[in-house]
C-alpha cells in the first residue's frame, strides 16, 4: 500500500513536528542552505516563520511540502499526523500536497494559470483528488469562492485571473489551497504583493478559516506586525539557521536574541511617529558560511569574540521559548 493511502492520527492536538530539518544542495559542492530548524505545531493553531530575506523561510516551507527543486534536497526529520514525509516517493506526494499539506505562494498571479478560468482552476483539485463529478465540483468551487469572501461567487467561475484583482487572486489561491480539506496550509508571503487593506482582509481570511476548518497555518512573513496580528507563535530564522521560538507573546514581549530585538525594533509596527526607523546594520550574509561562529555575530552590537569561534545551539529560555545566542546565560535569563 503506498504511504499515501492512510493517515495516522496521533493523539493530542500535535500536527506537525520537524526536527533537524536542513536543506541542502544534491552534489554536496556548497555549504548547506538550511539547518538544524526544529518546532513543532499543533492543530488549529498558527506559526509564522519571520526573517530577512535569504534566511531560509521559503526552504524551510518547500521542504516540508516537498517542493524543493530537483538539486535541493533535505534532511532530518518531518512529520505529519503521525507520518515521516521525507522519505515519500514523488508519487507519495502527490497524495499529499493539496489533500494533507495545502500550499499558497507569495505571487498570487504566478499561481494561477492565465489561460484556465478560476472555475476550472478550482475544480481540478476537487476532480482529482476527491473524485467528485462535474457537476459537484463546480458546485464545490463556488461554495470554496463564497468561503474565501469573493462576492457573487457562483457568477464568477467563467471569468479568467486577469478579470480579478490582486486581492481577489489570492483569495482564489487560498481557496485552491483548502479545496481538498487540508490539515496544514502553508502561506508563504501571501500578502506581500498586496496593498495594505487588501493584506488586513488576507489576514483576517485566514485566522477565520483557521478557526473554521481547524486548519493549522505556517505562514512566512517578513514582517513583526502582521506575526503580531496572526500568529501563536513565532520563529525566527538568520543565516539558515533558528534564532529564537516561542509564543507570540513570548517572542513580542520578552525576546532574548538580539536579532530578533532588531527586527522588532526595525518594524514599522513599533515606530514612534517622527522618527527614523531602527535599522539593522549590514545585510544578511550568506546561509552557513562559517560553521564555527554565529551567523549574526557580524551585524549584532552585542557580539563578543566568543561570538565568532563558537556557534551557539538553541537553548530553552523559558516554557516553549528557546533561543540561540552565546550570551544568554543563567543569570541574564533570570532579569
Ligand atoms: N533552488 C535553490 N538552489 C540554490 N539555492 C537556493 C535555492 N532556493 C533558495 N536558495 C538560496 O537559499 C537561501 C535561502 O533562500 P529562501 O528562499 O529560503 O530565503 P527566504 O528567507 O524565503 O527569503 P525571501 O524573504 O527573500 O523570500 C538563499 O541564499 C537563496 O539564494
Ligand atoms: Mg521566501
Redesign the pocket.
Known amino acids: 500500500m503506498s504511504a499515501a493511502m492512510t493517515v495516522v492520527e496521533t493523539g493530542g492536538g500535535r500536527l506537525l513536528s520537524v526536527s533537524g530539518l536542513s536543506v541542502f ?1 544534491r552534489d554536496r559542492t556548497v555549504d548547506g ?2 539547518e538544524g530548524v526544529s518546532f513543532s505545531l499543533d492543530r488549529s493553531r498558527t506559526l509564522a516563520i519571520v ?10 516551507c518547500k521542504a516540508i511540502a516537498g517542493l524543493l ?1 530537483s ?2 534536497q533535505a534532511g532530518g526529520d518531518v512529520t505529519l499526523a503521525g507520518r515521516k514525509l521525507l522519505d515519500l516517493t514523488e508519487r507519495d506526494w502527490r497524495g499529499i500536497r493539496g489533500r494533507e499539506i495545502g500550499f499558497v505562494f507569495q505571487n498570487p498571479f504566478s499561481a494561477l494559470n492565465p489561460v484556465l478560468t478560476i472555475g476550472q482552476q478550482i475544480t481540478e483539485p476537487l476532480r482529482l483528488h476527491a473524485n467528485m463529478s462535474r457537476r459537484d465540483a463546480r458546485q464545490e468551487a463556488a461554495r470554496l469562492l463564497d468561503l474565501v469572501r469573493i462576492p457573487q461567487a457562483a457568477r464568477r467561475l467563467d471569468d479568467y485571473p486577469h478579470q480579478f484583482s490582486g486581492g481577489m487572486c489570492q483569495r482564489v489561491a487560498i481557496a485552491m489551497a483548502i479545496a481538498c480539506k487540508p490539515k496544514l496550509l502553508i502561506a508563504d ?1 501571501p500578502t506581500t504583493a498586496l496593498d495594505v487593506t487588501v493584506q488586513a482582509d488576507i489576514l483576517d481570511l485566514l485566522t477565520d478559516l483557521r478557526r473554521e476548518l481547524g486548519l493549522a497555518v505556517v505562514m ?1 512573513t ?1 514582517d513583526f506586525g502582521v506575526a503580531a496580528q496572526i500568529a501563536d507563535e513565532i520563529m525566527v ?1 538568520y543565516g ?1 539557521t533558528l534564532m529564537e521560538r516561542g509564543s507570540a507573546r513570548d517572542i513580542l514581549g520578552r525576546p532574548q536574541h538580539p536579532y530578533t530585538l532588531g527586527l522588532l525594533r526595525a518594524s514599522p509596527a513599533n515606530g514612534v511617529k517622527g522618527r527614523p526607523l531602527h535599522v539593522i546594520p549590514g545585510s544578511a550574509t ?2 552557513l558560511q562559517d560553521r564555527r561562529s554565529c551567523p549574526f555575530s557580524t551585524r549584532c552590537d552585542k557580539a563578543t569574540a566568543a561570538c565568532k569561534i563558537n556557534r551557539p545551539v538553541l537553548q530553552t529560555v523559558g516554557r516553549g521559548h528557546a533561543a540561540a545566542c552565546l550570551r544568554l546565560t543563567a543569570t541574564e535569563m533570570a532579569a
Not at 526573517?51 to 524551510?60: A, D, F, M, N, Q
Open positions: 544542495h542552505l538550511v526573517g530577512e530575506s535569504g534566511s531560509g523561510k521559503s526552504l524551510t527543486g538539486n535541493l508571503e512566512v517578513h530564522m539558515g550568506h546561509p
